[in-house]
T-cell receptor, first 114, second 115 residues
Framework: GQQVMQIPQYQHVQEGEDFTTYCNSS?????IQWYKQRPGGHPVFLIQ?????EVKKQKRLTFQFGEAKKNSSLHITATQTTDVGTYFC??????????????FGTGTLLAVQP | DGGITQSPKYLFRKEGQNVTLSCEQN?????MYWYRQDPGQGLRLIYY???????QKGDIAEGYSVSREKKESFPLTVTSAQKNPTAFYLC??????????????FGPGTRLTVT
């Protein structure tokens, strides 16, 4: 079945350092979404990418969708302690039919040391 | 105030008992989902529903059951057949297919412990 893997599983950085998490799907995706889950909280939607090669920015966060629509990345510039949490990518398979069912990645836990 | 509510936040049960987790939304969303999250792992889909009175199995439906009698409500029953029920359960909702952006809105979750 379809799988979505993320690397790394865990990253510990000093405040001010950059951070990147990578997301790889076993199948081609129609789009990809990114969510953030704070410790003890629930996932919150960050962004959706649809087009091949698309790049979107939200302040210090940069999101990319690969040309083949099978991979994506999230880059955070100059991390802050408020960035702490687990970042998930979630994709909808091109063969997913009319549903909005998403396959979530395994997640990357970001720890930021002040 | 629109959103998704799940209750209770923490639930403790003895092995062999069925338990029902509540999920209610007032976002007027057609689609609702149940996920299971284990420590250090991603979200795995248990069941989802695109419309009232219809639902589909996700990747790990064994030992679980759902109903969708009302648009606002999608309760999940964890049955005694579920071998490892202790987990964090998240309910979500979204618009149905056809919308340009269909982000999923999550409830606060229920942490179930079975001993």
């Amino acid at each position: 079945g379809q799988q979505v893997m993320q690397i790394p599983q865990y990253q510990h950085v000093q405040e001010g350092e950059d951070f990147t998490t990578y997301c790889n799907s076993s199948t081609t995706l129609s789009n990809i979404q990114w969510y953030k889950q704070r410790p003890g909280g629930h996932p919150v939607f960050l962004i959706q990418l649809v087009k091949s090669g698309e790049v979107k920015k939200q302040k210090r966060l940069t999101f990319q969708f690969g040309e083949a629509k099978k991979n994506s990345s999230l880059h955070i510039t100059a991390t802050q302690t408020t960035d702490v949490g687990t970042y998930f990518c979630a994709g909808r398979s091109i063969g997913g039919g009319a549903t909005n069912k998403l396959i979530f990645g395994t997640g990357t836990l970001l720890a930021v040391q002040p | 105030d629109g959103g998704i509510t799940q209750s209770p936040k923490y639930l403790f049960r003895k092995e062999g008992q069925n338990v029902t987790l509540s999920c209610e939304q007032n976002l007027n969303h057609d689609a609702m989902y149940w996920y299971r999250q284990d420590p250090g792992q991603g979200l795995r889909l248990i069941y989802y529903s695109q419309i009232v009175n219809d639902f589909q199995k996700g990747d790990i439906a064994e030992g679980y059951s759902v109903s969708r009698e009302k648009k606002e409500s999608f309760p999940l029953t964890v049955t005694s057949a579920q071998k490892n029920p202790t987990a964090f359960y998240l309910c979500a909702s979204s618009t149905a297919g056809g919308s340009p952006i269909y982000e999923q809105y999550f409830g606060p979750g229920t942490r179930l412990t079975v001993t």
